[in-house]
């Protein structure tokens, strides 16, 4: 189990979005291939929530394991115990008990999860895809009607100060320019 949330972490870590809309993103696989991955904030948790329960279990574990090499460690021989040193066999087990319990339990919370979330159908993909696209929509909509209020508030201001029509001056700037540029320059207009 362990690997497997591995190899979900490390296809999250790497992932380039594919499909916000439906938070789905490709993620490198091996020799060359892509995995799709699903980014939605649920199948994160779920993901998360079972990372949490299998590390749970593993602390568990090793807990286990370093009270038994504890209890079968030369330090922790009957002479030493009679001599008062080293850790009673009896408190060794009941520790090991104890974290066998805790071990069953977080097992068995992360085995109750309900399982993880599935990829969308082709159909709420396309759902999905088709409600971004009017959001998008939308919002280019508003901005357009803002700049245009935003032009007729300029005209009105123009028509109210009077001020002059700055295209028919702009267009009288280039139009002399561009005569300026038909005519000849230097030496060439001192021969003809």
Do not use: W
């Amino acid at each position: 189990m362990a690997s497997l949330l591995k190899k979900f972490r490390d296809r999250i870590i790497h992932a380039s979005i594919v499909d916000a809309a439906a938070a789905i993103a490709r993620s490198p696989a091996k020799r060359g291939s892509f995995e799709e991955v699903l980014l939605t904030v649920d199948a994160l948790k779920a993901l998360y929530r079972r990372m949490q329960l299998v590390r749970s279990e593993m602390i568990e574990i090793m807990k286990i394991t370093s009270n038994y090499v504890l209890a079968k460690s030369p330090a922790n021989t009957n002479l030493n115990l009679l001599a008062g040193r080293g850790v009673p066999i009896a408190q060794i087990e009941s520790e090991i008990l104890r974290c066998f319990a805790q071990f069953h339990r977080h097992q068995k919370a992360r085995l109750s999860l309900p399982p993880l979330p599935e990829f969308p159908s082709e159909p709420e993909l396309n759902a999905a895809d088709e409600r971004a696209l009017q959001e998008r929509q939308g919002e280019v909509l508003k901005r357009v009607s803002l700049m245009r209020a935003a032009f007729h508030e300029l005209d009105r201001i123009q028509q109210a100060v009077k001020l002059p029509d700055l295209t028919e001056q702009l267009s009288k700037i280039v139009k002399e320019k561009q005569l300026r540029a038909r005519q000849p320059h230097g030496i060439e207009a001192r021969h003809k």
